[in-house]
């Protein structure tokens, strides 16, 4: 893995989060992690605990995050360099 990788759980199956990516897109909108914790409906302290990768994320909340931050779930995770989001069906 490379440094900022960090590592959520789907199941039984592990994937790497990238926190300079989640870090970098927060940063670009101006927010806080207080401000998109708030808009995740938790403390801003819970979201620094997934962006640092003290606490493993849901695909769930790894969607929403990607909806907040206005990009793709494929792009946080580093499997992709194309930041904008895939169009919804």
């Known amino acids: 893995m490379a440094t900022g990788d960090k590592i959520f759980t789907i199941?039984?199956?592990a994937m790497p989060v990238n926190s300079d990516i989640l870090k970098e897109l927060r940063k670009d909108k101006k927010l806080t992690q207080d401000d998109i914790?708030?808009?995740l409906g938790m403390a801003g302290s819970t979201y620094a605990s997934y962006e640092t990768g003290r606490r493993r994320m849901r695909i769930e909340l790894l969607e929403n995050i990607a909806d907040e931050l206005g990009t793709s779930t494929d792009y946080i995770l580093g499997r992709t360099a194309i930041q904008k989001p895939y169009p919804k069906r």
């Open 11 to 13: 199941g039984a199956i």
């Open 37 to 39: 914790g708030e808009r």
